[in-house]
């Protein structure tokens, strides 16, 4: 969390390279853009555990850095087409999305289902207890 001219960013460091922009919130909640996902819930949580106002995401993606950009690079989430993203815009509407993603994990009637996709498995601390790790292979 950096404040910095009467703004608080949250800032998300990547080792690997994504993108900033996202098309729209469905998209996100979708699971197009997960990084912007990830921060965005970042922001929700400082907002709900402080005061403070003018909440930015922002995401480093450290891959991206090299000595042609000399350490410069654009890190605000934004929507195509605009330029930043004001928090207070989309508190609520984030609120609820978040809201729901919850209620949907803490529902015993609706199952858990497994990931379908390689990518899905590759970070993950459990691949060695996965009964589908010979199909992840």
Same mark, same amino acid.
């Given at each position: 969390i &950096?404040?910095?001219?009467?703004?608080?960013?949250?800032i =998300?460091y990547?080792?690997?390279?994504?993108?900033?922009?996202? +098309?729209?919130? &469905? =998209?996100?909640?979708?699971?197009? #853009?997960?990084? %912007?996902?990830?921060?965005? @819930?970042? !922001? /929700?949580? $400082? &907002?709900?555990?402080?005061?403070?106002?003018?909440? +930015?995401?922002? /995401?480093? @993606?450290?891959?991206?850095? #090299?000595? +042609?950009? *000399?350490?410069?690079?654009?890190?605000?989430?934004?929507?195509?087409?605009?330029? #930043?993203?004001? @928090?207070?815009?989309? *508190?609520? +509407? $984030?609120? *609820?999305? @978040?809201?729901?993603?919850?209620?949907?994990?803490?529902?015993?009637? %609706?199952?858990f289902?497994?990931?379908?996709?390689?990518?899905? !498995?590759?970070? !993950?601390h459990?691949?060695e207890? !996965?009964?589908? *790790?010979?199909?992840? =292979?």
């Amino acid at each position: 969390i &950096d404040k910095r001219q009467g703004h608080t960013r949250v800032i =998300d460091y990547k080792t690997g390279a994504g993108t900033l922009e996202y +098309e729209k919130l &469905d =998209d996100v909640f979708a699971g197009k #853009s997960p990084y %912007v996902l990830q921060t965005l @819930f970042y !922001c /929700i949580l $400082l &907002d709900t555990n402080s005061q403070d106002t003018n909440i +930015e995401p922002h /995401i480093y @993606f450290l891959r991206n850095l #090299s000595a +042609e950009t *000399k350490g410069v690079l654009p890190t605000a989430v934004h929507q195509a087409g605009k330029s #930043s993203f004001v @928090f207070s815009d989309y *508190k609520e +509407e $984030l609120e *609820k999305r @978040f809201r729901q993603v919850i209620r949907q994990m803490l529902d015993p009637s %609706v199952p858990f289902t497994q990931a379908t996709t390689k990518d899905a !498995c590759r970070y !993950c601390h459990l691949i060695e207890l !996965c009964p589908n *790790k010979k199909t992840n =292979d």
